[in-house]
């Protein structure tokens, strides 16, 4: 079965510090993403990645950088936290191709930044 | 980008058949129309998707007129466990995955 895999589910950190959230997935997948979720928002994409050292931003990607040095691995950092960027981070793969393949999602991680 | 419209909320009851309407009136000829699936402390789920008339699933129907600027996610006979999240994503099939937007969906509450 599909398996995507988000280190943390609960996260605290502090204004100002460097953030790495990481996220697995073993199933071969060219594609991954990284989206945040706010209350009445809905998900909103930050950045994605359809192969290794490939990344492409996003509808929000201020703030954000991303890493992909490996196919299965793709990490989100914020760079400088601030208290804004509080919210749930979820993680997607999906196949390359069609932008109509499935996205497969982590659970999430819920990040409190103070 | 094709906007889409969705009811902020719904009520139903367990045994009952449900149907969440999706309005995208400048739905593109090349978009697809995607529904997800999301309980809470998860991901979303994709449960199903179509291009025009009708697609199911062992989960769900999928009903889009000619027209295509509206689409309906029918789930029969509905448990608790089907309370959820609903999202339905208009988008095409290349061009960038910045115009798949999910809004902020359908929030489902199945009562006994």
């Known amino acids: 079965d599909v398996k995507v895999t988000q280190s943390s589910r609960y996260l605290v950190k502090r204004t100002g510090e460097k953030v790495f959230l990481e996220c697995v997935q073993d199933m071969d997948h060219e594609n991954m993403f990284w989206y945040r979720q706010d209350p009445g928002l809905g998900l909103r994409l930050i950045y994605f990645?359809?192969?290794?050292?490939?990344?492409e931003k996003g509808d929000i990607p201020e703030g954000y950088s991303v890493s992909r040095e490996k196919k299965e691995r793709f990490s989100l950092i914020l760079e400088s936290a601030s208290t804004n960027q509080t919210s749930m981070y979820l993680c997607a793969s999906s196949l390359e191709g069609e932008l109509n393949q499935p996205q497969h999602f982590g659970d999430g991680t819920r990040l409190s930044i103070l | 980008l094709a906007k889409t419209t969705q009811p902020i909320s719904m009520d139903s009851y367990e045994g009952q058949e449900v149907n969440i309407t999706c309005s995208h009136n400048n739905i593109a000829t090349n978009d697809y129309i995607t529904w997800y699936q999301q309980f809470p402390s998860q991901g979303p789920r994709f449960i199903i998707q179509g291009y025009k008339t009708k697609v199911t699933n062992e989960v769900a129907s999928l009903f889009i007129p000619a027209d295509r600027k509206s689409s309906t996610l029918s789930l029969p006979r509905v448990s608790l466990s089907d309370t959820a999240v609903y999202y339905c994503l208009v988008g095409p099939v290349s061009g960038g995955y910045n115009k798949l937007i999910f809004g902020a969906g359908t929030r489902l509450a199945v009562h006994p």
């Open positions: 990645s359809y192969d290794v050292k490939m990344k």
